[in-house]
């Protein structure tokens, strides 16, 4: 257990480390993003290319929690106590954590639908947001089989960190982020159903408490990410070097293989 767990820190410490190059390289640096034949749904948003450290404050803390009560004895002792109080009251099980998870995202193509619109058109937000889930994926499921927590409910060694609050906090920091310019009050609606989705995950006995914490701090963090990588995955897409009356096709594809998650390209010139 212990060299899972050193493994999963030295995996967060080189994922850091990461972090902080790209964004002092991108503060000294700026791409611009290319002008493309514009449509009904595709029409072009100047995108800033640098990551704000202050975005990565609150999930960086959130993360640094839950990583701590993997380890610290109080923090372990909270975890333990927290689980006895909700035991003691013998809440309900449901299952609506597996769908409330996904509610923000779904909340924004709703809006949208209705007339509601958000920062993005339908293919950029797709773009960002299929990247934020495929992060938090990316992030999630590699430290679940290097931390091997068991769960509260003893039914696997795959607790840490909750991949239901990721996907929830992603979601739901994907609505702010499309709506917070234009209505702040909006842009804050789906963080409700993610605190839902996160709280349930402990009601029904498959999460400890800095699972849930950590897994919300991955959720953010992936979807600041997906935003910041945004301009770099729309310039390869829209083929940065290719001329506008010259054709080129290229498929973006996740994948799951050998316990590993990616994103595969076929790009054809």
Known sequence: ???HRQKMLIYLLVLTSAVSKINAQNNNDSIAVQESIKDSIIS???????LNYKSLIIPAAFITYGVAGLTIKDL???????RTEINEHQPTRIKFDDYTQYLPG?????????????KH????????YASSQLIAAAFTLPLK???KE???DRSNTMSFPSGHAATAFSNAQFMFREYKDTNFWLSLSGYPFAIFTGVYRMLNDKHWLGDVVAGTGFGILSTE??????PRIDNLLRGKNKSKNTLSSTMVMPFYQNKTVGIGLVKNF
């Open 121 to 128: 058109n339908l293919r950029d937000r797709t773009i960002i």
């Open 150 to 152: 068991e769960r509260p």
């Open 225 to 230: 990410l997906a935003y910041w990588l945004f």
């Open 145 to 147: 089989y290097m931390v």
């Open 106 to 118: 779904l909340m924004v193509y709703g809006l949208n639908f209705a007339g509601v619109k958000g």
């Open 44 to 50: 072009p948003v100047a995108q800033k290319t640098s």
């Open 1 to 3: 257990m212990k060299n």
């Open 76 to 82: 372990r002792q909270l975890n333990l106590s927290t």
